[in-house]
């Protein structure tokens, strides 16, 4: 019985510990980083229809600018953020004043901005999972097809 309750122990103390880990900041992908949608990635998905229907592409992060991806740049510039190639309406065509909808993987705040360098009107989106809301998925309000940035903001 003591051999029990002391392997009871320690499993419960495993996993208090386990819950409370988090994600080292250097673990987490640079800024601007295109990420696999999905809840295992900590990304941003940005759709090409409303309702979260055609095309997307997840981004992790800060992005200044949709039009200059900083993870993909070489001496004639920065490759530009487009929706994925994968056969549904909208693929290929770039990210920037094109997206309509957003789905939050995150566990972050993530503002979509009207202009680039984080200006103007936004849409929030609160991190995945959120008990106090059920919005971290939908359509873009404030820049359904004119958003130009967007913010993740790491306080939880």
């Known amino acids: 019985m003591k051999v029990l309750k002391s392997l009871l122990i320690s499993v419960a ?3 208090g510990f386990l819950i409370a ?3 080292p900041a250097s673990a987490l992908p640079p800024d601007g980083t295109q990420v696999t949608c999905g809840r295992s990635n900590p990304g941003f998905g940005l759709y090409y229809n409303s309702y979260n229907k055609g095309s997307k592409r997840c981004i992790f992060g800060l992005v200044h600018n949709y039009d200059a991806n900083p993870t993909a740049c070489s001496s004639q510039g920065c490759a ?7 056969g549904r309406n909208g693929q290929g065509t770039w ?3 094109n997206a309509a909808s957003a789905y939050n993987y995150s566990i972050y705040v993530v503002r ?3 202009n680039s360098g984080w200006g103007g009107t936004w849409d929030s989106f609160p ?3 959120y008990q106090g809301s059920s919005k971290w998925y939908g359509n873009l309000n404030g820049t359904y097809n004119n958003n130009a ?3 993740m903001v790491y306080e939880t």
């Open 13 to 15: 103390a495993a996993c």
């Open 21 to 23: 880990a988090t994600v």
């Open 80 to 86: 530009r953020y487009s929706f994925e190639f994968d």
């Open 95 to 97: 990210v920037k004043n």
């Open 112 to 114: 979509v901005y009207f």
């Open 127 to 129: 991190g995945y999972g």
């Open 149 to 151: 940035s967007q913010q």
